[in-house]
């Protein structure tokens, strides 16, 4: 999944020929999962038509102050719905009323009312690229905090050859998707999230498990994914699945296997989550054919310890930021502050049975947030949401950085 995957892509096009790039750049950033507005400047308008773009971008495509009714092109809305904001084609001519701060036409209007970050991929003939003018704007846009995406050399719309034709449309989304990622607040970081039941055999029929359904850990996968980290989600028997270049799955069944396969992470990684109801225990002894119902009324299964999985992380904890969760009925927040001491946690996550919509298989959950000396309560909430606060809270704590996950 690119990093632009579910952003608003705010595409303001000037007059040059590269315009016509803008349709391939639209469908690009369309297949990347963003939503895409254009906005043009009227010259643009003579190299591709709005046409093209408002059927490919499936948005209306604005180029004045005002339509045909005489309504109001809103350039505050278009700049506060964009998450990010880029000018390609950009033209000298733009390039200059950017840096002079004018506002003559809707798409420099937005311009200025853009709080977002601001791409720039400048295209013009040779000689115009290299002019001082030319240069010094761009390194007056570069000051300002706006990234430019270099144009690239070859053939020239006047024949000359050389650099400022305008970066090729796949280019344009990969440097985008690369630059945003890494300015994601988990990039380069390494996730390890335990997630869903543990299945302890009995017989190759049978065995002890829980209720757990996967969605909470599958949510706080793909939040740290959205947030830029590589993620290796060691999840129990699931009906869930996930997929992206960023993380790794892998499936297990039994408690011994999930420790196994954490153990061979751990050290590696920057932050571990143990959100799996792994069970405490497993039979003895495993039948290797199915077990036949006896004359007696009573079955005896011995059950011996799983390792504890959390605890082990706490004990052989070193740069590790680790979090844990505590499924309670009651004495909720005793239990769960006894089981942050003893497993060595950073913080642990507490959601108890006794709240309606809490805890296994919903959609929802309501959990409060407990460090050594505080306890942070939320509101019930989507999975999805609550996996959010939860990677809000490592933020702040571990990088001293809250973001809207
Ligand atoms: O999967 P869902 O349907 O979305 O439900 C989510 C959930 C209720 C399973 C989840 O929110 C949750 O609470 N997970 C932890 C459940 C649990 O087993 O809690 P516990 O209090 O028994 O264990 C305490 C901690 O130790 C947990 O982080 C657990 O993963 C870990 N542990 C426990 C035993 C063991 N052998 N190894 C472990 O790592």
Known sequence: MSALNGKHIL?????????????????????AGAQVKCIMTPDAEEFVTPLTL????????????????????????????????????????????????????????????????????????LEMYQHE????????????????????????????????????????????SQHMLKQLPLYNKKVLITAGPTYEPIDPVRFIGNHSSGKMGYEMAKTALNLG???????????????????????ISAAQDMFDHAMLFY????????????SDYRPKTYYDQKVKKTEEDTFRIDLIKNPDILKTFGQQKQHQFLVGFA???????????????????DFIVLNSLQ???????NDT????????????????????EVAKDIFNEILDMRFNNKTNA
Not at 270 to 277: K, L, M, W
Not at 355 to 361: H, P, R, S
């Open 327 to 345: 499924l309670e009925t009651n004495n909720e927040v005793e239990n769960a502050k006894q089981k942050l001491e003893k497993k060595n946690l």
């Open 54 to 125: 408002s059927t490919l971008s499936k948005n209306s495509v604005v180029s004045s102050f005002t339509d045909k009714e005489k309504n109001w092109n809103n350039h505050v809305e278009l700049a506060n719905w964009a998450d990010v904001m880029l000018i390609s084609p950009a033209t000298a001519n733009t390039l200059s009323k950017m840096v002079a701060g004018k506002s003559d036409n809707l798409l420099l209007t937005t311009y200025l009312s853009a709080t977002c970050p601001i791409y720039i991929a400048p295209a013009m003939d």
């Open 11 to 31: 595409l303001g096009i000037t007059g040059g020929i590269a315009a016509y790039k803008s349709a391939f750049l639209v469908r690009l950033f369309i297949k």
């Open 267 to 278: 050290n590696d990684v920057d932050i571990a989550i143990a959100s799996a109801a792994v």
């Open 355 to 361: 709240d309606k919509g809490a805890g296994f298989k």
């Open 365 to 384: 959950n309501k959990i409060s947030i407990i460090t050594k000396d505080d306890i942070k309560r939320f509101d019930i909430k989507p999975k999805s």
């Open 133 to 176: 003018t030319s240069k010094t704007n761009i390194n007056q846009l570069t000051n300002s905090g706006h990234i430019i995406i270099e144009p690239e050399s070859g053939e020239l719309a006047s024949g000359l050859e050389g650099k400022g034709r305008m970066a090729e449309p796949e280019n344009i989304v990969d440097f985008m």
């Open 229 to 251: 980290a590589k993620v290796i989600l060691i999840s129990g028997p699931t009906h869930l699945t996930l997929s992206h270049p960023n993380l790794e799955l892998i499936k």
